[in-house]
């Protein structure tokens, strides 16, 4: 942290603030210019509160130069992650596709989609059963017999399974049948559930919440990998800009700065982010292209007749077509 002395401060003001940095730990090194006086603050500065510290009579401005987040934190740990989930390792060389259902419907639904999405490519199957649904009398999901109807194609298909958790109660049954737990993007500050997912060793997917930043979303797998935790991947889904065109605006930039970032693998969501099937396509393309290093993307045997998201939800076959598609440009970009 740095910070700029007013022109005009007195000396017991000065002198009330160094007592003030010193008392957290930490160092003041003045750099006395012809004018302006500035300190630069030596140690872990993660502990003041910058706001607190533009409180001070003496004070002109304060400046972070560290980042607030550690861990996922890329000048820490230069190389990227690696994360093993169920066998499939997702930030490695090869592009990871997820695919699935919105929500689990019935044992026959999962069983066929996943079986048809493994045909073309697709490596983890997603499925919700547990629904964060903004009207509490639309489909809220089958529960833990979702969970349950999701255990065939897992073991017979030799697939991993994604779904998302919305209680903390539910986090044991989560570990005994799922191989990643999705946090959803309304759940990405529930910080309380972040910290006991941190003391698990379950892959963690933190989808980026419709109203967040980079750097909140960075801070909350700070939240998971301060617990010990350290299989994070992070997830952007869109977020919500003024253009009412799509159900969300994909930051694909997001994508190339969470990479420059942070060293976790980072998975695009086409579907939440444009709400729109024949969108599904172009987005995960950019992804790709952009440097994700995987898609979660939803898929339905029945679109039209889904019980969640079947407008956004592609089929079977335009699936097929698309691995082809993401196929090529993961080779074109190097990546298997
Ligand atoms: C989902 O993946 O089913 C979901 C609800 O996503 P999000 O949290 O991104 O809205
Ligand atoms: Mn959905």
Redesign the pocket.
Known sequence: MIIILKDNAQRQQIEKLKNFIAAQGLKAVPIVGEKTTVLGLVGDTSVMDIETVKLFKAVENAIKVQERFKRPNRKFHPEDSVIDAGGVKIGGKNIVVIAGP?SVESRTQIFKVAESVQRSGAVILRG?AYK?RTSPYMFQGLKAEGLEYMQKPRTELNMPIIS?ITNPANIQLFIDNVDII?V???NMQNFELLKLLGETTKPILL?RGFSNTIEELLMSAEYIMNGGNQNVILCE?GIRTFEHFTRNTLDISAVAVLKRLSHLPVIV?PS?SGGINWLVESLSLAAIAAGADGVMIEVHNDPSCALCDGAQSINCEEFEKLMQKINKVSAAIGRG
């Open positions: 919105c919700g964060p998302e999705q959803g993007a309304r989808k889904r969501d939440h």
